[in-house]
């Protein structure tokens, strides 16, 4: 593994541009999944009998950025910050920092209303917004034609994507975590992997866009959940209920059932992908605040945005792996 790594640091040597992210993204997740399998294996044996090393794992990430992921976002598991100077970045903030939490579990059960799901968007003293993070909300077309790099960033960003490692290949699937990224969740969809190979999953990843239009939600604003998404929720909790206490209940009946989290969005339209493409259908009265079979949240083609002005959804083949939904307005 070490000697793969050779040829990286003589490209980024010469001033060759290489992107990082993806192949260190893959090895956090791949870690995080073994940490995840050892968790589940211990609780299946006894620690006197499986001894110390049956318990260690190795991890090769940096996962320093998972305790900086966490510091952003749960207020309270984080440590005073420091004050960025100029020309440093956004992770100076937590140079040298470290926090002392007796009780993890009762912090993370307790942070519903003060986990911060778009931290990024704060302004810093010393720090500038990257450009994707507008005031007021606005539409990009095509995204293909004079893009700033800064944007095309984004619109990756929001892409379903396999993320190729030194030795794995891992899923990046924005659509389950649609809220970080201003968009309103809807429904997490499966998605087919396309990674037979790691060169067929990094031409997945370096392919055009496309011809799409790219909208950009205003970083003042706070997501939320489609109606889709809720209902289905309420299903998931009451049926997880009903099968503790041994009671099967109609589906129908999840209609009745009250929760305790934030109202749903007006926003009908959220981060929602179905398949891997789509099919042909005509929905016909949609109304506000109901959801619609679709794609992935934020980029559209010029027909499906006029679809957002119009109760009809027209005739229409969308590919999937670059169609995203935006609000409903």
């Given at each position: 593994?070490?000697?793969?790594?050779?040829?990286?640091?003589?490209?980024?040597?010469?001033?060759?541009?290489?992107?990082?992210?993806?192949?260190?993204?893959?090895?956090?997740y791949r870690d995080l999944s073994?940490?995840?399998?050892?968790?589940?294996?211990?609780?299946?044996?006894?620690?006197?009998?499986?001894?110390?090393?049956?318990?260690?794992?190795?991890?090769?990430?940096?996962?320093?950025?998972?305790?900086?992921?966490?510091?952003?976002?749960?207020?309270?598991?984080?440590?005073?910050?420091?004050?960025?100077?100029?020309?440093?970045?956004?992770?100076?903030?937590?140079?040298?920092?470290?926090?002392?939490?007796?009780?993890?579990?009762?912090?993370?059960?307790?942070?519903?209303?003060?986990?911060?799901?778009?931290?990024?968007?704060?302004?810093?003293?010393?720090?500038?917004?990257?450009?994707?993070?507008?005031?007021?909300?606005?539409?990009?077309?095509?995204?293909?034609?004079?893009?700033?790099?800064?944007?095309?960033?984004?619109?990756?960003?929001?892409?379903?994507?396999?993320?190729?490692?030194?030795?794995?290949?891992?899923?990046?699937?924005p659509h389950r975590v649609a809220?970080?990224?201003?968009?309103?969740?809807?429904?997490?969809?499966?998605?087919?992997?396309?990674?037979?190979?790691?060169?067929?999953?990094?031409?997945?990843?370096?392919?055009?866009?496309?011809?799409?239009?790219?909208?950009?939600?205003?970083?003042?604003?706070?997501?939320?959940?489609?109606?889709?998404?809720?209902?289905?929720?309420?299903?998931?909790?009451?049926?997880?209920?009903?099968?503790?206490?041994?009671?099967?209940?109609?589906?129908?009946?999840?209609?009745?059932?009250?929760?305790?989290?934030?109202?749903?969005?007006?926003?009908?339209?959220?981060?929602?992908?179905?398949?891997?493409?789509?099919?042909?259908?005509?929905?016909?009265?949609?109304?506000?605040?109901?959801?619609?079979?679709?794609?992935?949240?934020?980029?559209?083609?010029?027909?499906?945005?006029?679809?957002?002005?119009?109760?009809?959804?027209?005739?229409?083949?969308?590919?999937?792996?670059?169609?995203?939904?935006?609000?409903?307005?």
């Open positions: 593994m070490c000697f793969s790594l050779f040829p990286i640091a003589v490209h980024l040597a010469g001033g060759t541009k290489i992107a990082l992210a993806p192949t260190i993204l893959a090895k956090i073994l940490l995840k399998e050892k968790i589940v294996a211990v609780t299946k044996f006894d620690k006197s009998e499986v001894g110390d090393s049956g318990l260690a794992v190795t991890i090769w990430s940096p996962f320093q950025l998972v305790q900086i992921w966490a510091w952003e976002r749960f207020r309270e598991l984080r440590p005073k910050p420091n004050l960025i100077k100029i020309g440093e970045t956004r992770f100076a903030r937590w140079h040298k920092m470290m926090m002392i939490v007796d009780n993890v579990r009762k912090v993370l059960d307790s942070a519903r209303e003060n986990f911060d799901w778009h931290p990024y968007t704060k302004a810093l003293r010393n720090w500038n917004l990257p450009e994707f993070y507008v005031e007021k909300e606005m539409w990009l077309s095509p995204v293909d034609s004079g893009l700033s790099e800064e944007f095309e960033l984004f619109a990756r960003c929001l892409m379903i994507a396999e993320l190729v490692g030194l030795d794995c290949v891992e899923q990046y699937l809220m970080p990224f201003g968009i309103d969740q809807d429904l997490p969809a499966c998605v087919a992997r396309a990674n037979e190979t790691a060169s067929i999953a990094w031409s997945k990843n370096i392919k055009s866009i496309g011809c799409a239009n790219l909208y950009v939600p205003s970083r003042l604003f706070e997501a939320n959940v489609t109606t889709c998404y809720s209902e289905w929720w309420k299903q998931s909790v009451l049926r997880l209920q009903c099968a503790r206490k041994g009671v099967l209940r109609p589906k129908t009946t999840f209609r009745v059932f009250k929760i305790s989290h934030k109202k749903t969005s007006k926003r009908a339209k959220g981060f929602h992908v179905t398949s891997s493409k789509i099919q042909s259908k005509k929905l016909d009265g949609i109304k506000k605040g109901d959801c619609a079979s679709s794609s992935h949240p934020s980029f559209a083609s010029k027909s499906s945005e006029k679809l957002l002005e119009s109760s009809k959804w027209r005739k229409k083949d969308i590919d999937a792996s670059v169609t995203l939904y935006s609000p409903q307005k």
